[in-house]
């Protein structure tokens, strides 16, 4: 399990390297949901997403001889450049392993970040495949992008951070992807508010973590459809599954409806940019999804990073 | 004229409804351009631009009686958002006289402030007229959008802050409309750091700041013809010429095609959305258009109110 202290340490170790991101909030948007809302800006994090906090975390906590013979992960997106940073910054050499049809922005981000990139098909068997034999070539060590106790703690900061900046607080929304980010700051905002709710959100086509909350275990689903790309893992991480039994209060689901007009708010009413999956937690809120009124709620924004044709379209929608 | 303590007693006016908005940085900016740069950004002030400060900062200078009569303004941009919001928050009625061809979003935030709109024709002497008329007729008192010491010294608590965030500064790049931001700030900031040069910068097709600096007296132009919407005033005002003259080192221009790929960074690199007028002094950082290296400059961003239609153009501009 991961404590607070590992959280504290992780803390530690970010602090001269990572951005402490701002709360920031919007009397439009509390007028509009009855609420005071407190966005956590992780899309002003480096690399523009909180992934670059347990990548940093993990390698750091490697030792000189694992250093050495340098890390790999497989991700078509933040989490890559996370650790492409992360290992660009101790020195480490890193391998990101992504599927062929990747967006060259994104493979470009990577390598622009010093790593090595290897294209591998489409299907999670050939990810793998390709992954462990990288390992198993170069005895790298695999940053793994959520069930990691190391990384946990890390992404864990930004809960951390939330809980220095406000005196209370009555909700956390968060946004769950394989359960890394959500796992972390619960543990992070329980240790101080131990009544506040922790509530997950999801998008409807992806939703594995609020089945898998229902059923009180793992489900994973066969596909997962959505534009909110960081949450397109089929199933949460049996670590952070442990620490989402025991933390997390609820976790709820939005239409991928309810994210561009989200991002339209960001754009036009906050001047900031946000990407699908940063939206998903802060459009729970904005829909009224979990029916609060007149409380005190941080929202994570989990990052930034979102291709320029998906913000015009964004920028498109209805409503604000 | 106006003077630092002016600016000191509008910062105190100001403190207790005015965001104090952070200074930016980006390592890719910084390693682009070989200089560290500080963006002040006004996109993130109330109502989006800078003008809020200088409109509260003046109708909180009215005596009782004026207040009664109420204010008028005449703008189609952030002026108009920066008068209405200012009023209310005074309890202070307010009419804007905005141009019968108004972007409608503008007119809808200008009234959501709570201002009247009464529409006026597209020239400047028919706005003038109708200006005019209602203020003989109410009685209320004009708000100029620059040439005014009392706003003035609103504008340039931007420049304070800037002062009092950085131990030192080579150089302040303002963008200049009527002068409003740059008279004020160029004095609250050379008075803590005398060495500091200030410099001024428009868009090509709306240089009458350029020709009057050069000219050493106000030049006309007939028209002006840019995308930065804040910089089509045709002269700069009189008293802002005259603390131009003396505290300003230097006006400059940059072409207009220098100014979406300036937003495309800003949105896809700092994950802020900026207007762009706000990115005209960022963009003569940008383009080396002052010939720079390692120095210390701040760049002010003045808004972020960009229509979601000119924003998608510029995230499609080449290059970021």
Known sequence: MVTFS??????????????????????????????EVYFKAENFQRIGAFKFRGAYNKIHSLT????????????????????ALAARLH?????????????????EGTRGYGAEVVFCGDSTDDRERVTASLVAERGCTLVHPYNDPVLIAGQGTAGAEIRHDLRDLDYLFSPVGGGGLISGCAIAVKNLFPRVK?????????????????????????????????????????????IMKRYVDDVITIPDSAIFPMMRFFAERMKIVVEPTGAVAPAAVMTGAAGLKGKRIA?????????????????SAAGS
């Open 198 to 242: 922790v509530i997950g959100v999801e998008t409807e086509g992806a939703n594995d973590a609020c089945l898998s909350f229902r059923a009180g275990a793992i489900v994973k689903i066969p596909k997962a459809v959505t534009i909110a790309d960081g949450m397109r893992t089929l199933s949460v991480g049996e670590l952070n599954f442990e």
């Open 6 to 35: 590992d959280i504290e340490r992780a803390a530690e170790v970010l602090r001269p390297v990572a951005h402490r991101t701002p709360l920031l909030s919007s009397r439009t948007f509390n007028a509009l949901t009855g609420n």
């Open 299 to 315: 929202a994570i924004i989990s990052g930034g990073n979102v291709d320029p044709e998906i913000l015009k379209q964004a920028l």
């Open 91 to 107: 020195g480490v050499k890193a391998v990101v392993v992504m599927p062929q049809n990747s967006v060259a922005a994104k493979v």
């Open 64 to 83: 000189a001889e694992e250093r050495s013979r340098g890390v790999i992960a497989h991700s078509s997106g933040n989490h890559a450049q996370g650790v």
